[in-house]
């Protein structure tokens, strides 16, 4: 996808984008669990304590079509009913060839490699998500 970060501010400008590509384009989607290290100093878990810090560890990914997700609101829903609790969604896109999407299988690949990123804390490639849809600018430690 082109990079249209700039001109998004939700969820909702994502699909929008994702759907005036040139080729259309499969969503990965990483949700994150906020959670403290076992080391954590004190200071460390009294800034956790009030929404700051701590680190983000991939619970759930699945990848789709951006015309299957209707709104925000029904991905968390779905999201919801796993019963896996998560603080941030990570989105990247990945572009089709030919006027094709890419299929199921192409995903998996760049979806693990997402997987892998995101827990040694290379997220500044990806959409980073609020459970309000909102796009969040994260700080790094």
Sequence with gaps: MEDASLALQDFSDLLKVAGEQAE???LLLVFAA???P???TEEEKRRFEHGKG???SPVLCVDKLPQDIA???SLEAE???TGIDWDVLFVAALSGRGGHSPTDDEAVQPLTM???SIKSGRIGNFLAIDRNGELLQLERA
């Design 54 to 56: 701590g680190a983000l």
């Design 24 to 26: 259309p384009q499969r």
């Design 71 to 73: 709104d925000f609101s």
């Design 34 to 36: 906020a959670e403290l």
């Design 79 to 81: 999201s919801r009913s």
């Design 114 to 116: 997402m997987v892998e």
């Design 38 to 40: 076992r080391d954590a």
